[in-house]
């Protein structure tokens, strides 16, 4: 079923920060019929939604998951499409049980349900699937039952995406018209971050910690191969992962199907990051290597690059934004405490 802007579409976890650059980014194609699914709780996360447009919002505990597969709305919201971020995204959470319920058995509902309904589902599986990396980086299906994740975070996305696999759902167009893309997104930072605690990105803490100190703290390496601060990632901002996770609901996307990374295809240091967040904020580069935490060290990744020639056969053409350009658009955004939909705040507006 083609896409038009009176389509309807369903946004979990469209309060976070890749779901609320969806929203946005859906905004600035022209689409208003969005219903957003988050959990908001206590903290500042509702403001990540008050300069976006949408038709509703239900919290993710209200029961609506429930009501949605027992067709409560099929009439009021005729769905056309689902974008489901609405997952545990702390790669560090302890409680397994909660990230199999929060992560694998509502995907599982919504899956079915968009079997069920004939609906187009993209939803977020993670490169934390990858592991170690021993494996490769490569978005392929056939590669995902070798693959060893490090912690419970990452075997709950894969939990799902062995679910899909399993019954063929990531293989094509399903009869009735229903289709399933995964996306594995790496490292993505920028506006609409400031709730995530613990998990907001280092460009973050960077601009935090030379607001108040002048000075930027990286781990220390215990690899010889890797001087300190040189342990690499594949950085991407936000705004680029939701133009990428987008465009597998647009005409030229829509036939794509499985597997996709979502990142920017080449590594940087986190020392470039570091001196990135310097000279966005104009400040002198001043890095100090600290010791990493015990507990983390048998786990820590010090190589991270998604393989993006997949996404580019699909038909993606858009360059993504250098780690340079897009540490001085954030760096404008957090100057001036701006989110999503404030342009009109940034210096450039």
Known sequence: MEMDRKSWILVTGGAGLIGSAIVYHLNQM?????????????????????????ADYFEKDSGFYEELINGVYDQVYPF???????NCSDTTEPDASYLMDNN????????????RRGI????????????DGEVGFRDDESQVPSLRPLNKYGYSKQLFDQYLLQRGWLSGEQEGGASFVGVKYSNVFGPNEYHKGKMRSMLLRCFEQISQAGEVKLFRSY???????EQVRDFLYVKDAAK???FFMTEAGRAATGLFNIGYGSTR???????AMFAAMDRPVKIQYIDMPEELKARYQYYTCLEMEKLRRAGYRETP??????AREYVAYLQKGAHLGDEHLLPHA
């Open 244 to 246: 990428m996770t987008v």
């Open 321 to 326: 934004m250098t780690l340079e350009e897009a």
């Open 223 to 229: 690899r010889p191969e890797y001087g300190d601060g």
């Open 80 to 86: 056309q499409a689902i974008f489901h971020l609405g």
């Open 269 to 275: 240091t986190w020392n470039d990051l570091a001196r």
């Open 120 to 131: 187009r589902m993209v939803y977020a599986s993670s490169a934390a699937t990858y592991g």
């Open 30 to 54: 022209g689409f208003e019929n969005i219903v957003v699914v988050d959990h908001l709780g206590e903290g500042e996360k509702w403001q990540n939604l008050r300069a976006l447009r949408f």
């Open 104 to 115: 694998f058995l509502c995907g599982k509902m919504l899956a079915d349900y968009a079997m």
